[in-house]
């Protein structure tokens, strides 16, 4: 298997990524589609939508083979969260 080598800094993809989701993707794939994972190619702004990043990415990556990938959760600010959110308790 390959090494694919990062092309651009985190800063760099990230404002990429966000720009194609605003102008491009973001009104194709919110409808019905909440909390599903895209995957954009910032070169090409190729995209796949998936359940998780895994199976995003691997869609994306059959098609574009040496894609830079950066990821979105559809309807949220963050692919992951950490840490537990649990209901709150009644005293």
């Known amino acids: 298997m390959a090494i694919r080598q990062r092309r651009y800094p985190k800063e760099e ?4 990524g966000k720009e194609l989701y605003e102008s491009q993707i973001r009104q194709q794939v919110e409808p019905n589609n909440f909390g599903k994972i895209v995957a954009i190619d910032v ?3 190729a995209f796949e939508v998936a ?8 869609r ?5 083979p ?26």
């Open 43 to 45: 070169e090409t702004g």
């Open 51 to 58: 359940d998780d990043t895994l199976v995003a990415s691997d």
């Open 60 to 64: 994306l990556l059959e098609r574009c």
């Open 13 to 16: 993809l990230a404002r990429r």
């Open 66 to 91: 040496d894609a830079q990938t950066w990821f979105i959760r559809i309807g949220h600010r963050g692919v992951h969260r950490f840490g537990w959110r649990g209901l709150s308790e009644k005293a």
